[in-house]
């Protein structure tokens, strides 16, 4: 499966921004859906991560109740929708794609996009 992420930007503390992920190839709804970030100088962190069928969703701490990650497979496509966002949310975001199950993990991930910038001003 190919991937492709849109949507990132600049955006003002305690605004929004939603990021898309288009993809091609295999059959979508067979792949779990992650995001992960990466800010210059850190490691990629877990952002957040959809089932298949996109009724069980996973967020870590530091953007539950602020990110919403969901899905349409008529569609092919997986967004992350972005509030409330503050300056270290600033990183390049990436979706990713697996079988088997969602994780946290990054390298249990074979399949991912190209970044999208974020960034976050005060």
């Known amino acids: 499966v190919q991937l492709q992420a849109s949507g990132g930007g600049l955006a003002q503390a305690g605004g929004s921004l939603r990021l898309s992920c288009a993809a091609s190839?295999?059959?979508?709804?067979?792949?779990?859906m992650a995001w992960f970030r990466q800010a210059p100088g850190k490691e990629r962190e877990f952002v957040a991560a959809?089932?298949?069928?996109?009724?069980?969703?996973y967020y870590p701490d530091s953007v539950k109740g602020r990110f919403t990650i969901s899905r349409d497979n008529a569609k092919n496509t997986a967004s992350l929708q972005m509030n409330s966002l503050k300056p270290e949310d600033t990183a390049v975001y990436h979706c990713?794609?697996?079988?088997?199950?969602?994780?946290?993990?990054?390298?249990?991930?074979?399949?991912w996009g190209q970044g999208t910038q974020v960034t976050v001003s005060s």
């Open positions: 190839g295999r059959t979508f709804s067979i792949y779990d």
């Open positions: 959809i089932s298949r069928s996109g009724e069980s969703t």
């Open positions: 990713a794609a697996r079988s088997g199950g969602y994780t946290f993990n990054s390298n249990q991930y074979p399949y």
